[in-house]
């Protein structure tokens, strides 16, 4: 069972910053399918930065040079780290981990958004 639970999300002004956390109840250390998604109100889920067989993670175009995902194998954490931040932003973020599924991080995407194991969200505002 993966069970992955987000913190960090708030209420930031145009150009700040934030931090989010995932834990997940399994070694992250391993590579397969894992990453973060957002949510806006009236829009479908994308993906923001996804992790694959690569060490480095695959961006939305929109957040590129801002959002920077990193992982900590030893607390199996997976971390967003968010600069810059804009109105177009706003969403509600989640983590989704998949151990069962190893892939380039463009074929991680279609299976995290099938796959069980998401956290409940959390909710980020950006606004001036």
């Known amino acids: 069972q993966v069970q992955p639970v987000e913190s960090g999300g708030g209420s930031v002004q145009i150009g700040g910053s934030l931090r989010l956390s995932c834990a997940i109840s399994r070694n992250i250390g391993g590579s397969y399918c894992m990453g973060w998604f957002r949510q806006a109100p009236g829009k479908e889920r994308e993906a923001v930065a996804v992790f694959g067989l690569s060490a480095s993670a695959s961006y939305l175009d929109s957040v590129k040079g801002r959002f920077f995902v990193s992982k900590d194998n030893a607390k199996n954490i997976l971390y967003l780290q968010m600069n810059s931040l804009k109105p177009e932003d706003t969403a509600t973020y989640y983590c989704?981990?998949?151990?069962?599924?190893?892939?380039?991080?463009?074929?991680?995407?279609?299976?995290?958004?099938?796959?069980?194991?998401w956290g409940q969200g959390t909710q980020v505002t950006v606004s001036s």
């Open positions: 989704a981990a998949d151990p069962a599924f190893y892939a380039a991080a463009i074929e991680c995407v279609g299976r995290l958004l099938k796959s069980a194991y």
